[in-house]
């Protein structure tokens, strides 16, 4: 039997019915039952429809509100699959800090689902991309670890090849005032394109709002977005 | 960073400044080593294989040592051997002025003649038996001659606790002190005491490596700590034990000869060790879903509670302490407080703190305080010390919880079992052969 990939314990696996019934095949989980309980699953009825927070009402929250006094004609409508808790903190400082690839198996099924069961076929999946240093010391982009049997396209590129600072190092404050970090690399221009960006985690929005920007000047007519955390 | 802090370590490029990266190249090796369908990590000499350790961009990292930084294929280790190069002492380091009692004493003799030999050495003193201080006289040695020594344990805890009783024991050494959780940088000293996962960082640096509790987890069944162990001494150097709950495998090793012993079957006291009651009660899961506390086990938790004396409620697994509690609150008088306690709970010092202040009665808890922590005059049960996560070496050190204070050397310790098992029944054995050896001291 394998052991959880967060607390190293033996899991223990109990079959049930409603597996019985899926006919699908057995999956081994990775992490125990225990550590799972842990990440605060977002239902879809109480969230912000601008970012994807949850909250008591359906209305968009401050910050949200403020991208639109900042200008922006459609917010990104961000839908997220867990709340950005304790425990998602100290997942991505594994994952993407430590560089611990193993752990892209914690979220790797679930996230590819819910990305590819939340809009119909005629969309264009685009990943925020990782800097070129990061790339190499890292080995890996996060997001792209986090899908799997997922078509992306690559359509975004950092202007420079220098590492730029991390947004997670700065205050919110910083964040804001990042500029716009993107290129648009695709071949043809986006005529009328549907596109959904896809990243790790929304925290002010400022990284995904870039990126909506750029694909929009290229084009694009619609762009929304997913995470994992919010 | 000076020269002397790579002595006798190992350490990853990324922790070591970029100027003297480029001063000591030739002294760097890989820090991977790939095979055929597998990769070694060379800092914790552990094998993985390759598509658990591929990452995309080609290169490949270690999963298995990867909370002290990630160890890549393109990283390289440095290390400079160790010089020993420390200011002689003059006098004696050791300021400590208590007293050693004559067992006690024996014992100490004893350590302090196996250091002059390299290999293994096993001290196997009880629960309570003192162990910090019989070792003393033994680092006073150790440090006089020059010789590196380290204090390692499997337990943050126990590092904790052990570093300002050596700081007021030896005032003029600067030992430091390293863990995870750790502020302190590291600095070059003659005394370092830190987590058996740090020695992963060091390479023939110790004469004298002494850890404490190692039946603990992850010490015990962890290859890979073993090896660092090893590998952090100096080949003529000397590996010492300690524990109050050797496992099997030390055991067998001392049958076989293979490894030197010495024993303190008595406790600071001069009493015996409580031996626990085994008691069988089969449905007592099933009442407690009833929200009812079987009939014996109600009698004698409300006669602690007369009597006035806290008690621990051992049980196996983290989902069965709130309802335990639960039960427990409903069916006890309303005078006796009681909590949980879990590793991972944010308010566990606070809890047993509380508790040694007398505000709680009792604690409902995992195995997390098996070990490492003492309250005078305590009573334990155990709720299901058939169950796998209680092995033997966690029973007696579980029982070992009981009688630790002058004032009542005696204590309950209780055993709830549904099931016969060889766990339950070799902790009551050892710790009868323990008594045995103890009464026999006794009488001289």
């Not at chain 1, 947004?167 to 970090?181: F, G, I, L, V």
């Not at chain 1, 929009?216 to 995470?227: D, E, I, P, W």
């Not at chain 2, 040695?141 to 380290?150: A, S």
């Not at chain 2, 709720?383 to 070992?400: C, H, P, R, W, Y």
Request: one cysteine or more; aromatic letters at 8%.
């Amino acid at each position: 039997m394998d052991k959880c990939l967060i607390c190293g314990r033996e899991i223990k696996v109990a079959l049930d019915l409603k597996w019985l019934f899926s006919l699908q095949p057995f999956k081994e989980p990775v992490i125990c039952h225990n550590c799972e309980k842990n990440f605060k699953a977002i239902s879809d009825k109480q969230t912000c429809p601008g970012c994807g927070r949850l909250q008591d009402d359906q209305l968009p929250c401050k910050d949200c509100q403020r991208w639109s006094k900042m200008g922006e004609a459609a917010l990104l409508g961000n839908r997220a699959l867990y709340v950005y808790n304790e425990a998602m903190k100290s997942y991505m400082q594994r994952y993407k800090f430590n560089g611990d690839y193993q752990w892209r198996l914690i979220f790797q099924d679930k996230f590819s689902q819910f990305v590819t069961k939340s809009y119909c076929k005629n969309v264009l999946y685009v990943l925020i991309p990782v800097d070129q240093i990061t790339y190499k010391t890292r080995g890996f982009n996060q997001v792209s670890g986090l899908l799997q049997n997922v078509k992306v396209s690559n359509l975004l590129a950092f202007k420079t090849t220098k590492a730029h600072i991390k947004q997670s190092t700065k205050t919110r404050q910083a964040r804001m005032e990042t500029a716009q970090p993107f290129k648009y690399c695709g071949k043809k221009r986006l005529t009328g394109q549907k596109v959904i960006l896809i990243d790790d985690i929304y925290t002010t929005g400022r990284t995904l709002y870039h990126a909506k920007h750029v694909l929009q000047q290229n084009g694009a007519s619609q762009v929304r977005s997913l995470t994992l955390a919010r | 960073m000076e020269l002397n802090e790579l002595y006798g370590r190992l350490l990853l490029d990324t922790e070591v400044p970029a100027d003297l990266k480029k001063e000591l190249i030739k002294n760097s090796r890989p820090a991977l080593i790939q095979h055929e369908n597998y990769i070694e990590c060379q800092r914790c000499l552990s094998k993985t294989l390759k598509n658990k350790a591929r990452l995309p961009n080609g290169a490949y990292y270690c999963p298995k040592c990867i909370l002290l930084g990630r160890v890549a294929s393109n990283n390289k280790l440095y290390h400079l051997p160790e010089k020993n190069l420390f200011s002689s002492l003059e006098c004696s380091p050791l300021v400590w002025q208590g007293k050693l009692s004559l067992f006690q004493q024996q014992c100490s003799d004893q350590l302090r003649k196996a250091v002059d030999r390299s290999g293994e050495y096993l001290m196997w003193a009880v629960t309570g038996a003192g162990k910090t201080e019989m070792l003393f006289p033994t680092l006073e040695k150790v440090l006089l001659q020059r010789k590196r020594v380290c204090l390692a344990s499997p337990r943050v805890d126990v590092c904790n606790e052990l570093y300002p009783r050596i700081c007021t024991a030896f005032t003029a050494i600067d030992p430091v002190l390293l863990h995870g959780h750790s502020k302190k940088s590291y600095h070059y000293s003659q005394l370092t005491i830190c987590t058996t996962h740090q020695l992963l960082r060091f390479l023939g640096a110790f004469d004298l490596l002494i850890i404490d509790e190692v039946d603990a987890f992850p010490f015990t069944n962890n290859e890979m700590l073993k090896q660092a162990a090893r590998r952090a001494l100096k080949p003529n150097g000397t590996l010492i034990f300690l524990t109050a709950t050797p496992t099997q495998e030390l055991l067998g090793k001392i049958e076989r000869h293979q490894l030197a012993a010495s024993y303190l079957p008595l406790r600071f006291h001069r009493h015996l060790l409580p031996v626990p009651q085994v008691w069988f009660c089969g449905r007592w899961q099933d009442k407690m879903y009833c929200q009812k506390l079987p009939v014996k086990l109600k009698s004698e938790l409300n006669r602690w509670i007369d009597e006035g004396f806290p008690f621990l409620v051992f049980v196996s697994r983290l989902e069965l302490l709130a309802p335990v509690l639960r039960v427990l609150e409903a069916n006890l008088p309303a005078k006796a407080k009681g909590d949980s306690v879990f590793s991972a709970d944010p308010k566990r010092i606070n809890k047993v703190q509380e508790m040694r202040d007398h505000k709680l009665n009792y604690l409902v808890t995992t195995t997390i305080l098996e070990r490492g922590v003492t309250f005078p005059s305590l009573n334990v049960m155990v709720l299901g010390a058939d169950e796998k996560t209680f092995s033997t070496t966690a029973l007696v050190q579980i029982a070992g919880r009981a009688g630790r204070s002058q004032k009542r050397p005696n204590g309950d310790v209780i055993f709830v079992c549904t099931d016969q098992v060889k766990n339950v029944r070799k902790a009551v054995k050892q710790i009868r052969e323990l008594n045995k050896k103890g009464k026999r001291l006794l009488n001289g």
